[in-house]
């Protein structure tokens, strides 16, 4: 059967629509996975950490630090990891 050429330039778009999906949903996946390795190399606590930094104990004694802790490992694991990716 053969396709009227309007309709195979929306079928085509439409192909390349999802191969762009996948590759993004590929990429994400692909970079959280290796941000999660990379996470595995840094303390669990922001306590364990202070002990390796005796200088920034001090900052760190807060209610909040155990909270911008994970969150400073888990932008800086993400920032590698994409880093990483785009090698």
Not at 36 to 54: I, M, N
Not at 63 to 72: S, T
Request: with cysteine; aromatic share 10%.
């Amino acid at each position: 059967m053969l396709l009227e050429p309007s309709f195979a330039v929306a079928e085509n778009a439409e192909a390349q629509r999802w191969d762009r999906h996948y590759a993004e949903l590929n990429y994400d996946e692909a970079v959280r996975e290796r941000a999660e390795e990379l996470s595995a190399q840094y303390p669990d606590t922001v306590e364990e950490f202070a002990r390796e930094h005796p200088l920034l104990m001090a900052m760190l004694s807060t209610d909040d630090a155990q909270d911008e802790y994970a969150e400073f490992v888990d932008r800086l694991c993400l920032k590698l990891a994409e880093a990483e990716w785009k090698q």
